[in-house]
């Protein structure tokens, strides 16, 4: 599956499932008046609205390069996963807000029941399955905004396991609902630091791994078998296309032709085995 295709398919599952679970938990805070199972039910509404914007970013990223992006629009899904973010940021204050106003105000503990058991319940199995799905599709087509959705997709089932477990305490203590609600917003907090790292990072520019560094190194010593000095590597990252560069060390005596074809020799198995394209700088073995 590509990444377009992961982006739509898991978009259009996460609004669908999102919606309906919200309606659900939202009933039962009313019937409890419960500000954790708002919040919670809030919580998933923002699931709907961050997979919207997986599909439209999906549909952005997948536009050829042109003209005035010459490397393409992949970098989209970072800017969507930075609005996840601060969509996951924004909830989470205003019920981080309201749980310290419900517990300095000492309102009446809430009476959960059966109803906001089983809600909770189903809502912890359906969206940690819901991010098993995104982070298989995310893995599959290396989409990392899907696996941001899917991140959002647990942080909303831990969130309704901590209700879960504030339900069985709150007839022995009055602020536990106040307590779950400031827990889940931090918990919004960390997801939304989580996932806007990720995508500041990406569009910051990475290191490249030792790991891959190392594989390169090794494909390099089979196609030159002379010892090539290669250093300073760089990885640009642009989603949907990738360029890799560094420098090698020739001897200084072969001509600019030979030089040539083995750099050319080089950046077509990159391209060939890692799927980037590459820029070798070509420098003198020192004496």
Do not use: C
């Amino acid at each position: 599956m590509d990444r377009t295709k992961a982006g739509y398919v898991e978009g259009t599952v996460s609004v669908i499932v999102n919606t309906a679970l919200f309606a659900l938990k939202l009933w039962a805070s009313v019937i409890t008046g419960s500000i954790a199972l708002a919040a919670d039910a809030w919580h998933t509404l923002s699931d709907s609205l961050s997979s919207f914007v997986v599909i439209i970013a999906a549909k952005l990223a997948s536009k050829k390069a042109d003209k005035e992006h010459p490397f393409g629009h992949g970098r989209w899904e970072q800017i969507a996963s930075i609005f996840i973010a601060f969509i996951l940021g924004m909830i989470a204050f205003v019920f981080l807000e309201e749980s310290v106003r419900k517990f300095i105000i000492k309102e009446k503990g809430v009476e959960f029941g059966k109803i906001a058991i089983i809600v909770t319940v189903v809502s912890i199995v359906v969206k940690e399955l819901m991010a098993q799905y995104a982070f298989y599709l995310g893995r599959k087509a290396h989409n990392t905004n899907v696996k941001a959705d899917g991140w959002h997709h647990r942080s909303d089932a831990l969130s309704s396991v901590v209700v879960l477990v504030g339900i069985f305490f709150a007839k022995k203590f009055r602020w536990i609902d106040s307590l779950l609600g400031f827990i889940i917003a931090l918990m919004l907090f960390y997801a939304a630091f989580e996932i806007m790292r990720e995508a500041v990072t990406k569009i910051l520019g990475e290191e490249p791994k030792q790991k891959l560094i190392d594989d390169i190194t090794a494909d390099i010593k089979n196609i030159y078998k002379e010892d090539l000095h290669v250093h300073h590597f760089h990885i640009h990252n642009y989603i949907s296309h990738k360029e890799i560069t560094f420098h090698i060390r020739l001897n200084k005596e072969i001509s600019i032709g030979t030089g040539h074809v083995v750099a050319s020799a080089i950046e077509d198995k990159i391209l060939e085995k890692y799927n980037m394209h590459a820029t070798i700088h070509v420098e003198p073995l020192p004496e």
